[in-house]
């Protein structure tokens, strides 16, 4: 063996173990970063949600279908995301809400559902939200005057 021979290979082992380093490193930022965990039950996914880990969830309930997407910690929060997928029952004007997403925000450690409290929640979804419940509520309010109307000259 000769000595230039000697070097060659220890540059050639040098360079193998340059690139396995950044394959790891690659891999390493992959878990880290981007990788989301598709949960399959409820369970699963409040697991991760209680420790804000990056997750995904679909969820099928008898009036619609829900996607949570747990991003992780945002400004000391656990940002879930959550999209209607489509709506399975109920009126006409709910299908509008099909394909809307909001962003909720949960304190970290907590398992409550994100669409529970839509105070924490931003996004078209939320607005579509309210919008219908403020309309149900007219049209109970204009359905039901008369007899506010009594209660009030019976109250006065």
């Given amino acids: 063996m000769r000595f230039n021979d000697f070097f060659k290979g220890k540059e050639v082992l ?67 995301d959550v999209k209607l997928l489509y709506i399975k029952t109920g009126t006409k004007d709910k299908e509008i809400l099909e394909g809307k997403e909001m962003s909720c925000f949960l304190e ?19 607005e579509e939200i309210q919008e219908i419940i403020i309309r149900n509520a007219h049209a109970q309010i204009l359905s039901n005057i008369g007899e506010i109307g009594e209660e009030l000259k019976s109250f006065l």
């Fill in 108 to 126: 970290l450690g907590s398992i409550a559902d994100p669409i529970s409290d839509l105070k924490n929640c931003h996004g078209l979804l939320k």
């Fill in 14 to 80: 040098k360079s193998v173990l340059i690139i396995i380093i950044i394959i790891l490193l690659v891999v390493a930022i992959y878990y880290t970063f981007f990788f989301t965990y598709e949960c399959r039950s409820l369970t699963c996914f409040k697991a991760y949600e209680q420790r804000c880990k990056m997750s995904v969830f679909r969820q099928e309930t008898t009036d619609a279908t829900w996607i949570y997407n747990i991003k992780g910690q945002t400004l000391g929060q656990c940002q879930i």
